[in-house]
Every structure is written in structure tokens, then in C-alpha cells.
């Protein structure tokens, strides 16, 4: 993702390349949880002019779990999910990237149910975020039909949530600044940013 947060700063947002406690160091459900929303509340902590009110996340495969899982928190306005893993009960099912979300979460759905309600994106509906789900129709990764369910349980709740399926793109090139695919992405992230602004402004007169 470093390339990704260099590309970001070049078009004028402040970036924010997040590090977290992996499987096999320390990481699972919750420490990988736990990383990811410290990084988040860090921010508040940064003594530099930004524009908080427009914080997104993008998270890219189990990256794109990770952002979905803390779309619920109050400082994110929106959040982007490249080639996501969008639903870990069905990902382990289907046993995409192996037994990695076995490994991650700690066994199946059956053997801890808590560890699935705490991580599974698809168990936090609704997150009232904005939502922008970004996937090839050709990765053979993680399958775009994740995305595409998340996307209709999203817009059942009424949560915002658009997916943009990109015809011919793989898993990767979501991640390659010098493609098409990565420039439509970049290209989404001042409207998501939009979005989230009302979002703010939404919460603020339901208080």
C-alpha cells in the first residue's frame, strides 16, 4: 500500500499507511481489530491542519475486511473496499486464500460465533457509512460475488454503499498506481469524501 499512500499525497490528500499486528505475530480477532482502530483514534492526536470530517479508509483484500469492520466508528466518514473480503463466514466456507480466515479469526463460524459477529463486515450491518466497494470481475483471489453480496445486505439496511465492478481487472491491479484501475478508484475518493461530509452532519441532528 506505500505506493498507493505516495500516489494519495500526490493528489493532495494527507495519507495514512497503517501497519497492523499480523497472523503469526501477534495479529488475529480482536488484536488485528484493535490496531486498525488505534491507527484510526491516532489521528486525533496528529498536530497537522487536516480535514478530519472527511477521514476515509481504504483497505485493499483482508485490508478491505478491516476497513468494512470499522466503517461503524464515529471519526470515519466513508470507506473503500479494494477486492474486499466482505464476509468471512462465506469466505471460510469457501476457503478463499486457503485457511486464512480460519487462521485469522481463530477457527470456524461454529467454533467461535463471537470472534465472526466482532470481525465479519457483513455482521456489522448497518454501519451508516458511505460505502464504496471496488472489485474486478476476473479476480481469482477473492471473487467478486463478495463484494456483490455485501453490496445488496448493505443496501437492504439502508446503509450507502455503491459497487463498482471493473470489467478485466484482477486482484492486484486494484493496487498498482500505473493502472486504469487504480486511477478510477483515485478518482472516486473527493465524492466519497463528499458523501462522508453529510454523513457528519446527519449523526449531528439525530444528537
Known amino acids: 500500500m506505500a505506493a498507493l499512500a505516495v500516489d494519495l499525497a500526490d493528489r493532495g490528500w ?13 495479529g488475529g480477532v480482536p488484536e488485528t481489530l484493535d490496531d486498525v482502530r488505534a491507527a484510526i483514534d491516532a489521528l486525533g492526536t496528529v498536530d497537522a491542519p487536516l480535514d478530519r470530517a472527511r477521514l476515509v479508509v481504504i483497505g485493499h ?40 480466515v480460519l487462521e485469522f479469526v481463530g477457527g470456524t463460524p461454529a467454533q467461535r460465533p ?4 466482532m ?17 474486478g470481475d476476473v479476480d481469482d483471489r ?47 475518493l473527493t465524492r466519497c469524501g463528499s458523501v462522508g461530509d453529510t454523513r457528519r452532519r446527519d449523526r449531528s441532528g439525530e444528537r
Open 142 to 188: 477473492v471473487p467478486v460475488q463478495q463484494s456483490r453480496g455485501y453490496a445488496r445486505a448493505a443496501q437492504a439496511t439502508g446503509d450507502r454503499c455503491e459497487l463498482l465492478e471493473l470489467t478485466g481487472v484482477d486482484h492486484f491491479a486494484l493496487i498498482d498506481p500505473r493502472t486504469q484501475a487504480w486511477a478510477t478508484v483515485a478518482g472516486t
Open 14 to 26: 494527507a495519507s495514512w499507511n497503517v501497519e497492523y499486528r499480523r497472523v503469526g505475530n501477534g
Open 114 to 117: 463471537e470472534a465472526y459477529a
Open 119 to 135: 470481525a465479519d463486515p457483513t455482521r456489522l450491518l448497518p454501519s451508516h457509512a458511505a460505502v464504496l466497494l471496488v472489485h
Open 61 to 100: 483484500s483482508a485490508g478491505g475486511q478491516l476497513a468494512l469492520s470499522a466503517a461503524g466508528m464515529p471519526a470515519v466518514a466513508a470507506v473503500v473496499s479494494l477486492a474486499g473480503v466482505c464476509n468471512l463466514q462465506s469466505a471460510a466456507r469457501e476457503r478463499i486464500g486457503d485457511s486464512a
